[in-house]
């Protein structure tokens, strides 16, 4: 049995090596086109090429999948994002507006898992908070690097303006909300640093 593939990537085989890497990439693509809620098990198993007995070797419980998922994203999707902020080529101002240009078309993986889990003690919603904190701190240093009065402000401004960018964009499915959001945000970056 042979198995469909895009270009670029490898046949995805039945069973065997590479099981848990499968299933983290098809509970990343399911889980940010789908939602966690509306995922099941069963499809997870489907699309991954595994037993669901398998999947529940590799982890033990969705919701343990749900952190390997947000930790996932952590370490391959957000690279664009701080790519930007760390990109030494570009002023600091420029590195606060550059985050509203990376594509979030489905919205932030973190506030979009935060919103359907509605457990403040579920073990993925501390992978949100630490993933959000680190994005603030970023937002603040970088403010400070810019030469503004109150970085902790604009930090944390900057960061509503990104959260309420990508919810708004991904529920429009537009690049909009981005757009508006950015010069917002070049506005309080120059009020903040006049």
Do not use: W
Not at 126 to 141: G, H, M, P, W
Not at 153 to 173: E, I, K, P, S
């Amino acid at each position: 049995m042979t198995t469909e593939t895009t270009a670029g990537e490898q046949p995805a085989s039945r069973g065997g090596r590479g099981a848990r890497e499968r299933i983290l990439r098809a509970a990343t693509d399911l889980f940010y086109e789908q939602g966690i809620g509306n995922t099941g098990v069963e499809q997870l198993a489907e699309a991954a090429h595994v037993s669901k007995r398998t999947l529940y070797q590799h982890f033990p419980s969705k919701d343990e999948l749900i952190v390997g998922y947000l930790r996932r994203v952590t370490e391959q999707r957000l690279p664009a994002l701080t790519g930007v902020l760390a990109d030494t080529g570009m002023t600091a101002r420029e590195r606060l507006l550059g985050v509203f240009d990376v594509d979030a078309a489905r919205g932030c993986p973190f506030v979009n898992a935060a919103a359907e889990l509605a457990d403040a003690e579920h073990p993925a919603r501390r992978v949100c908070s630490e993933n959000k904190q680190a994005f603030i701190d970023t937002l603040i240093r970088l403010a400070a690097e810019a030469g503004a009065r109150d970085p902790d402000a604009l930090g944390h401004q900057l960061a509503v303006l990104y959260d309420g960018a990508t919810a708004q964009g991904g529920a429009l499915h537009s690049t909009q909300p981005a757009y508006h959001a950015r010069a917002a945000a070049a506005a309080l970056i120059d009020l903040a640093t006049a």
